[in-house]
């Protein structure tokens, strides 16, 4: 696995991420309210702005009903 640093890697997970939550027909603001997060912070993810915990993680891929490794699958 190459190595990419900290910034390109936020980045390219959260690309990523917008990607299956588009695929699975789920808005920013829909995915918020089911995660009782505010829409911002999945905006800022998406922006790779903020690392997001693991446990944050686990949760929007339940959310999604995908494998959590396919989010970092990029």
């Known amino acids: 696995m190459e190595y990419i640093d900290d910034s390109a890697f936020l980045i390219a997970f959260g690309k990523n991420l917008r990607k299956h939550r588009k695929l699975k027909g789920f808005t ?33 891929a339940n959310i999604l009903k995908v494998d959590i490794k396919v989010l970092f699958d990029f």
């Open 28 to 60: 920013q603001a829909q995915l918020a309210i089911d995660l009782r997060f505010d829409i911002s912070q999945i905006s800022r993810i998406e922006r790779g702005i903020i690392n997001t915990s693991i446990g944050n993680i686990n949760a929007i």
